[in-house]
């Protein structure tokens, strides 16, 4: 993959892909067990993968001006079917995205989380030549996305969560860190 854009590219979501992102998140929350990563908050689980698939949309969107793309997945996986796909699928290259809040991020900075611990982690960590669009959905002005640029793993620079209690178990991207 290249990176086909170099500059934040903003998208408002029509509400055929919220639908989409709201029924997944609705069906799936069901089917995920984040006991290893102590969240066993339903309510977070559901607005976890809802964001996600919001961010998912965004950026299928930006892509399609440049690329066949495909995905997002909305096949709902039970016990040892679920996998670690790619979110999008880009010319057939395998792309992660991650997205946050605009409330979370005005409360804890612009940033990403990755699972990084013994019990749980994020394979893409692995992965130095994996690509990743960041994402930040602004719910405050819903249902708008900022859509950032791909980076490779490898361009990236990871950083410890603000959080005290979430140092151990995971790392950070923050936007301000972005190359």
Not at 14 to 35: C, H, I, N, P
């Amino acid at each position: 993959m290249k990176k086909f854009y170099s500059s934040v590219t903003k998208i408002n979501l029509e509400l055929g892909a919220v639908k989409r992102a709201w029924q997944f998140a609705q069906q799936v929350v069901s089917t995920v067990d984040y006991s290893d990563s102590n969240q066993h908050q339903t309510k977070k689980i559901l607005d976890d993968h809802f964001v996600s698939k919001l961010g998912e949309e965004a950026c299928k969107k930006v892509l399609l001006q440049y690329a066949d793309v495909r995905g997002p997945d909305y096949k709902i996986y039970n016990g040892k079917q679920k996998n670690w796909d790619a979110d999008l699928f880009v010319n057939d290259i395998g792309v992660a995205v991650k997205t946050q809040r605009r409330t979370n991020a005005n409360k804890y900075s612009l940033s990403w989380t990755f699972q990084c611990s013994q019990k749980r982690r994020d394979i893409i960590l692995d992965q130095l030549n994996a690509w990743i669009i960041f994402v930040e959905y602004d719910d405050t002005q819903p249902y708008n996305c900022y859509v950032y640029p791909p980076y490779q793993i490898k361009e990236l620079k990871f950083a410890a969560p603000r959080l005290l209690h979430l140092q151990a178990s995971k790392k950070v991207i923050y936007a301000s860190d972005l190359p």
